[in-house]
């Protein structure tokens, strides 16, 4: 499944804007990607938004420079008498790292199969760990952290392992996966959807696209934010989901200033529609269905594919339209348009007015009310969205 960090709120963030959506049909806040949170503040909320987008993007770095840095300081204690902290406590404070490092891997549970038996396999660790599970009669690597029989060090080299690992696996994805596959999305998108080249680029700059360490998510979908696509490193077809969040990237925007407020007089821009949802100022855009059913569809085009897993019943209702006579094109127009209206040259919205007349005659007059129909059905019998 192909879930969403899309665009609803805006929050700063470490001097940056990040863009989340959380669902408002839960009657708890829940992540759309799954994540469920027990904050009952907007500050916890944000607190949660905030590590989320600043986790390590790989797993055990962080401990790794913290029990360096420890063990650099213990040296020094042990060498002279003038250290600020004897060396009993930071020694201390190095166990307790490792055991924070122990506790965190566990809390990996679902990922942990993976560590041990892929990642790790052809690793120097392998064969130790190996002797470790024959010695305790068990391959589960939750078992031998639970009962806390992998030395430390055994413990460090495997993350060693892992960031050694992810970043040659970066380095592939950066270097030889991606820009092909952004050459043939970019010469595919120009021609099935006729964008201009320069049209492209410029919808697509300053795009970052990551991929993420299985270990620190439990997400294997990918995301779109403001300016930042990441890609789960074990996402089940990664060219897929790129290329999906990719025609999220270019789709069409409608940017509206916001009105100055007493305390801020800059007038900020807001994004009212992306693609064919609009952030209509509740919790829960509006037709995000349409959206996401338009955006696979779309990316089925631009990957030459017929069919993909996502997103079926969203591309079945809009199929149901085409069917019912709505011209497909009359969608690819309302997906891509930009709309400005601060700018008098600009017509409002012109492809998806166009889409609403073709649906009024098609449904006597209630074209919009049609597609908040199936909305509200697609909500209640489908956790897609
Ligand atoms: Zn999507």
């Known amino acids: 499944m192909i879930t969403e960090l899309d665009p609803k709120t805006n929050y700063h963030l470490s001097g940056e804007t990040k863009k989340i959506i959380i669902d408002g049909v839960a009657e708890e806040p829940k992540f759309i990607s799954g994540k469920n949170t027990s904050a009952e503040t907007p500050t916890d909320l944000l607190a949660e938004f905030a590590q989320m987008f600043n986790q390590p993007n790989i797993f055990g770095k962080n401990y ?45 549970r679902t990922r ?65 996966e991606l820009p092909t596959l952004l050459a043939h999305f970019k010469e595919r ?43 789960p490193e074990l996402a089940a077809d990664i060219e897929h989901a790129t290329s999906h969040e990719l025609v999220h990237a270019i789709h069409g925007l409608t940017l509206r200033k916001k009105k100055p407020v007493a305390n801020d007089k800059t007038r900020k821009t807001v994004k009212t529609r992306e693609g064919l949802r609009f952030n209509n100022g509740r919790l829960y855009p509006l037709f995000v269905w349409l959206d996401e059913g338009k955006t696979e569809e779309l990316n089925l085009r631009i990957l030459g594919k017929k069919d993909s897993p ?55 007059g209630r074209g919009i009310r049609h597609l908040r129909d199936i909305e509200d059905q697609l909500l209640t019998t489908s956790d897609v969205i």
């Open 64 to 108: 790794l420079n913290s029990l360096k840095r420890l063990r650099e300081e213990l040296k020094q204690a042990s060498n002279t008498y003038q250290s600020d902290r004897n060396a009993d406590t930071i020694l201390r404070e190095i166990e307790a790292l490792q055991q924070e490092l122990r506790e965190s891997l566990l809390n990996r």
């Open 112 to 176: 942990l199969f993976y560590f041990f038996s892929k990642r790790l396999e052809s690793t120097v660790c392998g064969p130790q760990l190996i002797n470790l599970s024959q010695k305790y009669k068990t391959d589960n690597i939750e078992e031998l952290l639970k009962h806390n029989v992998i030395p430390p060090e055994l413990l460090e080299t495997m993350l060693e392992e892992h960031i050694s690992k992810f970043q040659e696996r970066n380095r592939f994805f950066q270097e030889q």
């Open 189 to 231: 998108a120009e021609r099935e959807l006729r964008l201009p080249k320069e049209e492209l680029e410029q919808r697509l700059s300053g795009m970052k696209i990551n991929l993420i360490d299985y270990l620190t998510t439990d997400d294997d979908g990918a995301s779109y934010g403001e300016n930042i696509i990441n890609i």
């Open 310 to 364: 996502y997103y079926k019943p969203e591309r079945k209702e809009l199929e149901h339209l085409y069917e019912q006579g709505l011209p497909r094109e009359y969608t690819d127009e309302a997906y891509l348009e930009n709309y400005n209206p601060e700018d008098p040259t600009d017509k409002s919205l012109v492809g998806w007015r166009k889409m609403i007349k073709a649906l009024d005659g098609i449904f006597s």
